[in-house]
């Protein structure tokens, strides 16, 4: 008799589940969106367009020497040092330097706008820092380059146009210090931003911001 009364229970339950699951899968609500994202997010965009696009593809982890033209990589790798440890490697990194400042190829790749298509219009992550250009009322970040190492257009010079990735914030994002690294995740394109702290090729729609440990830059030696 126990066991009787247990079978519509148990029907009644495994029927809720399989509508909550379908709600679930089917549904572009904000439930949806946040589920998707995990809890070392510092940041969540509040265009919901922008997270539901991002909800519903697959995201790609890039890192920064994905974003340079393959003649660009090899012409900029010829001047790539290691940091310097000794007099003999800080006297090598003195003369590549110097040969690097009269290397016409070098030069234009330094300065290069051209970009990769491979993650246009694609939902991806990448590691990085944050460079604010200007600020929302409540003094979060507006406008912001991410750059693949600390003090980039700030303490060191810009790196090439085609390592700076130029994002617009809604307010919220704090930013305690600009020497922590983040994982900027959302929808990639290419697009030409300048400002006198330096020019980017790269935009990306900003769905979430993550906690990030580790050395973004997979390309210079820092």
Same mark, same amino acid.
């Given at each position: 008799?126990?066991?009787?009364?247990?079978?519509?229970?148990?029907? /009644?339950?495994?029927?809720?589940?399989?509508?909550?699951?379908?709600?679930?899968?089917?549904?572009? #609500?904000?439930?949806?969106?946040?589920?998707?994202?995990?809890?070392?997010?510092?940041?969540?965009?509040?265009?919901?367009?922008?997270?539901?696009?991002?909800? !519903?593809?697959?995201?790609?982890?890039?890192?920064?020497?994905?974003?340079?033209?393959?003649?660009?990589?090899? /012409?900029?790798? =010829?001047?790539?040092?290691?940091?310097? =440890?000794?007099?003999?490697?800080?006297?090598?990194?003195?003369?590549?330097?110097?040969?690097?400042?009269?290397?016409?190829?070098?030069?234009?790749?330094?300065? #290069?706008?051209?970009?990769? #298509?491979?993650?246009?219009?694609?939902?991806?992550?990448? +590691?990085?820092?944050?460079?604010?250009? =200007?600020? !929302? +009322?409540?003094?979060? +970040?507006?406008?912001?380059? /991410?750059?693949?190492?600390?003090?980039?257009?700030? !303490?060191?010079?810009?790196?090439?146009?085609?390592?700076?990735?130029?994002?617009?914030?809604?307010?919220?994002?704090?930013?305690?210090?600009?020497?922590?690294?983040?994982?900027?995740?959302? /929808?990639?394109?290419?697009?030409?931003?300048?400002?006198?702290?330096?020019?980017?090729?790269?935009?990306?729609?900003?769905?979430?911001?993550?906690?990030?440990?580790?050395?973004?830059?997979?390309?210079?030696? !820092?």
């Amino acid at each position: 008799m126990r066991n009787k009364l247990l079978l519509p229970f148990t029907f /009644i339950f495994l029927l809720f589940g399989m509508i909550v699951s379908y709600i679930v899968i089917n549904n572009d #609500s904000a439930l949806q969106v946040m589920l998707s994202f995990d809890s070392g997010s510092v940041y969540t965009t509040d265009d919901q367009a922008l997270l539901a696009q991002y909800v !519903h593809s697959d995201r790609i982890d890039i890192q920064w020497s994905q974003l340079l033209p393959e003649y660009e990589k090899q /012409i900029l790798s =010829e001047y790539q040092t290691k940091q310097p =440890e000794t007099v003999s490697d800080l006297t090598e990194k003195i003369l590549r330097s110097i040969e690097a400042s009269s290397d016409l190829d070098y030069q234009a790749a330094m300065r #290069s706008t051209q970009t990769v #298509s491979d993650f246009d219009g694609k939902a991806v992550s990448i +590691p990085g820092f944050v460079v604010p250009i =200007e600020f !929302h +009322p409540d003094q979060t +970040p507006s406008l912001v380059f /991410i750059v693949p190492y600390y003090g980039a257009c700030i !303490h060191f010079p810009p790196p090439p146009p085609n390592q700076i990735i130029f994002a617009r914030l809604s307010p919220g994002f704090q930013l305690p210090a600009l020497s922590e690294a983040y994982l900027f995740s959302g /929808i990639l394109n290419q697009g030409l931003y300048e400002d006198p702290l330096g020019t980017s090729a790269y935009e990306l729609a900003v769905s979430e911001i993550n906690e990030f440990i580790g050395q973004p830059d997979d390309f210079r030696s !820092h």
